[in-house]
């Protein structure tokens, strides 16, 4: 049987102990060899070395390196033989590499520290305990299953236990279970069913939860590793990493180019050799110089800028982040969460504040503006029969309720009028006697001499309190209206009584403390609520309009996870909120079918929110959790992100999480998806311009092969294309701003390819249009240049074909470039500079490159026709535009 639904009798003889003796040293060294101390098993962090083999076994940089080994061997063969080297390549491509590593290793820092934060929790607290027949003061870790705890409000709970005497007990466990309100906890609530939610366990107290009111005695039924944080932190330790969805689409892309490249270079060795056989040509000088050949369009076809750009597009993206207050731990997620299409939400400090609030009142009349109350029977009864305190920027200490209901008198118009803050009035007004709130009673009283009156006061549950007063049924039912309005709504409510007494007597009796309580005046109540964040509807509004869809998965019980979402408009006709138990009763393939229609799964574990999230992200969705609580901790590192709270989060949240909120604000996400958003648009930018020159680049070095023309480019000018192509010319195209209608486009589907339909079409037809009209004034000479001129005026035709189709990959869908053109100031200047470059290589630096200077009215022609690439990019635009307004309209 659980220790739950154990009899304290039972519990005490198995575990070996004694209720009012504790246990003797003997048995509690035989405790810690069977249960083991009450520390956690701490995991060792990964090395530098580790970190950084992580970084360089990546599938993009695994085929970069080979990229760089076949350039270094070609280049070393061609360096013996007699031929020209190009060794600058070499060191690109590993300088690349070098640079993608270093930065991954740098920015990431350590990225897996929730064992050790999960030991900093149960920091070494002193704890009263009975031992060897005396009560004594132990460590934290010194506990063992079966000893004896004494505890009272305020203490951190060490170890889980049973409860064996409580009295007033209440326990903050919402760091465990997600419940905003404190739960009640009952040493003789007996339970009977094995599968109860840890959150409804009232004869039980977990490690690393806080008492919030009463005192209690309970026996230690698990220390370390055993309690429900040990379970967390072992289901922390035993997952393995896994890959985002951009790393599975750049490992698809990387093998997809290699093959290209491969089956390209074959091709192209294979009709050199034919050629060089059918003109009696073949030998082995030759067929080595057209393997070498072969090799180095492969390694042109690596796209080697594409980790650096991708390391320097996140980069940026991280520290823009942490301007906003989010704190980026892994540097992947700064993209991966511009993917996401689910949010896994906690409720309880994550949309709402975690910090209970008075939402209205009534006092003969509702007011939904807290700052109304200008009763003073109602004021002094919230001042004087309270035992809560406010501290320091505002911090609750004690019972949260109270601390609301104190919060509520300081903003309010009586506090105003009387010029007298809580404290002010305690010390005003004597207590003459209070009879302290008990789960049994539901209420609390107390009498108090208020400006030489003796005034009773009584707050507590609406039903109890009405009870005591006189009210007729008219007003009973205004009242219960207005009670079960405000509950509707997920509220607590408390009410409020007073009545004068002519003296002060003993009311400890029965049969006075009835009198002291009857025909009271009814003052009215307050409903108490943990209220939403102020910019949580705009952010789940907007994660709507972006085709993200939110789940809320919370500890809370059904009703209040329930009035939430309808708060947040989040629960329609084709949308359900369940409660775990449902969730653990269905089988992965039933559970899968229900998600869709899944908005709220209350009394949510951490087993759970595991589950689920595993399951979405199976069937190909991309998850972002985000979360508070250690209960959050395991879906945090499950997720493809995981984002926790800094302020009101727990360590292991944190430290579990790949993004960190520093102000706790969930609109932030939406500033981080939309910016994840741009980056994966940036790259695919960079991509569908390096595709564009390779495919350009293969076809005029193939075809005129194939024709039995010299190659058009020589060494150096295939490394200035190379520069162009990988340069910075292609990687301020990595830093092209948001775009307005950026968040209304659906999410990136995790399987969907990183080069669209739509994007392939405009890279064959941009690349097969420039290799056209290149061959074509290869082979026909249409600009009637000089064969002394020739080589020149192709090489820049090459090169400016390229820099204005830098502009067409600005504009990924079907506007127009001219729209966005002036948004990317760095990207202009570099093209710019580029042009200037290009001109001063033809017109000066004909000795390095076999170049000719060019006329003005030549370079009026190349400008020309290489400007030909953007308007043929804006009519393929414009007919798409046209098709898809008719389709609309149809």
């Avoid at 930065?103 to 900093?120: Q, T």
């Avoid at 806080?210 to 026996?219: A, E, M, N």
């Avoid at 689910?342 to 409720?347: A, M, N, T």
């Avoid at 926790?644 to 292991?652: K, L, N």
Wanted: aromatic letters at 6%.
């Amino acid at each position: 049987m659980k220790d739950y639904m154990e009899t304290k009798i039972d519990l005490i003889n198995q575990l070996s102990s004694n209720a009012t003796e504790g246990l003797s040293d003997d048995q509690v060294q035989k405790s810690l060899a069977l249960h083991g101390p009450n520390t956690l098993t701490k995991q060792k962090s990964e090395s530098l070395w580790k970190r950084l083999w992580d970084a360089a076994t990546e599938p993009m940089i695994i085929m970069l390196i080979a990229a760089g080994l076949i350039a270094l061997g070609v280049n070393i063969f061609r360096s013996l033989s007699g031929g020209e080297a190009d060794f600058l390549e070499c060191v690109g491509i590993f300088i690349a590499i070098s640079l993608s590593v270093v930065i991954s290793v740098v920015m990431e820092g350590k990225s897996a520290k929730a064992f050790e934060a999960l030991s900093r929790i149960s920091d070494n607290t002193v704890i009263k305990a009975i031992r060897n027949n005396s009560t004594v003061l132990l460590n934290q870790a010194e506990l063992v299953v079966g000893d004896i705890l004494l505890l009272s409000t305020g203490d951190k709970i060490p170890a889980d236990g049973r409860l064996l005497e409580s009295v007033g007990l209440a326990s903050d466990e919402s760091a465990l279970t997600g419940e905003s309100l404190p739960a009640k906890k009952d040493a003789n609530f007996e339970i009977s069913d094995p599968k109860l939610p840890l959150a409804d366990r009232a004869n039980m107290l977990y490690s690393g939860t806080y008492i919030t009111s009463g005192h209690c005695k309970l026996i230690v039924t698990a220390v370390g590793d055993e309690t429900e944080f040990g379970k967390i932190a072992s289901e922390l330790g035993g997952e393995g990493k896994t890959s985002t969805p951009l790393q599975e689409k750049l490992a698809r892309l990387g093998k997809t180019i290699t093959i290209l490249g491969v089956i390209a270079a074959s091709i192209v060795f294979i009709s050199q050799v034919v050629s060089f056989a059918m003109h009696g040509g073949l030998n082995i000088e030759e067929v080595m110089e057209a393997f070498v050949t072969s090799i180095v369009l492969i390694v042109a076809a690596v796209p080697e800028g594409l980790p650096t750009i991708v390391a320097v597009s996140l980069s940026i993206n991280i520290i823009k982040l942490s301007k906003q207050n989010a704190l980026v731990k892994k540097m992947i997620a700064s993209e991966t969460i511009g993917c996401i299409n689910v949010i896994c939400s906690d409720k309880t400090g994550t949309l709402t504040e975690n910090k209970m609030t008075v939402r209205a009142f009534y006092d003969h009349a509702w007011h939904t503006d807290p700052t109304e109350l200008t009763s003073k029977y109602f004021a002094h009864n919230v001042c004087l029969n309270t035992t809560a305190d406010i501290g320091e920027n505002g911090v609750f200490i004690g019972n949260p309720t109270e601390c609301a209901l104190l919060q509520f008198y300081e903003n309010s118009k009586e506090r105003i009028e009387s010029g007298m803050n809580y404290k002010e009035e305690r010390i005003d007004h004597e207590i003459l006697h209070s009879f302290p709130f008990s789960s049994e009673l539901k209420h609390m009283t107390t009498i108090s001499k208020v400006h030489g009156e003796i005034v009773t006061y009584v707050k507590g549950s609406p039903e109890c309190v009405m009870k005591m007063c006189s009210l007729d049924e008219i007003k009973k039912k205004e009242i219960e209206q207005y009670i079960e309005k405000a509950q509707e709504q997920a509220m607590r409510i408390i009410a409020f009584a007073h009545k004068s007494i002519s003296s002060m007597r003993d009311f400890e009796d029965e049969a006075s403390h009835l009198e002291l309580e009857s025909n009271m005046v009814f003052d009215g109540f307050v409903a108490i609520a943990d209220p939403l964040r102020k910019e949580v509807f705009e952010a789940v509004d907007s994660c709507r309009k972006a085709g993200i869809d939110l789940k809320i998965l919370t500890g809370d019980n059904i009703v209040t996870a329930t009035a939430i979402a309808n708060e947040l408009h989040i629960l329609n006709d084709e949308s359900i909120a369940i409660e775990a138990s449902q969730v653990i009763e269905m089988s992965d393939e039933e559970l899968l079918e229900k998600l869709p229609q899944i908005a709220v799964i209350a009394r949510s574990t951490p087993t759970v929110k595991m589950r689920i999230v595993k399951l979405l992200k199976g069937s190909g969705n991309v998850v972002a959790v985000t979360g508070d609580g250690i209960n959050d901790a395991p879906a945090l590192k499950n997720a493809d992100v995981g984002v926790a709270m800094g302020i009101s989060g727990t360590e292991v949240s944190k430290e579990a999480s790949d993004i960190v909120l520093l102000d706790d604000s969930f609109a932030t996400i939406v500033k981080a998806v939309e910016w994840g958003r741009n980056i994966y648009e940036n790259f695919k930018r960079f991509i569908s311009f390096q595709l564009t020159v390779n495919l350009a680049s293969v076809i005029v070095v193939f075809t005129s092969i194939l024709l039995g023309l010299p190659a058009p480019f020589t060494a150096l000018e295939l490394l200035w294309i190379n520069i162009i192509m990988d340069g910075p010319p292609a990687l301020t195209l990595g830093l092209e701003p948001n775009y307005e209608d950026l968040m209304s486009r659906k999410p990136t589907k995790r399987d969907e390819s990183i080069i669209s339909k739509n994007m392939l079409v405009r890279i064959v037809i941009t690349g097969v249009y420039m290799s056209i009209v290149f061959l074509s004034q290869y082979v026909f000479n249409f600009l009637n240049v000089s064969q002394e001129k020739m080589p020149t005026v192709l090489f820049t035709m090459f090169v400016l074909f390229q820099l204005f189709n830098a502009f067409n990959c600005r504009e990924l869908h079907d506007g127009s470039i001219f729209k966005n053109l002036f948004k990317n100031k760095i990207m202009l200047i570099t093209v710019g500079c580029t042009f200037l470059l290009q001109i001063l290589i033809i017109q000066y630096a004909g000795a390095f490159f076999s170049t000719v200077p060019l006329e003005l009215s030549m370079w009026i022609k190349l400008i020309g026709i290489g400007s030909t690439v953007v308007i043929l990019s804006e009519i393929i635009k414009l007919i798409y535009r046209i098709v898809a307004k008719r389709k609309e309209v149809q």
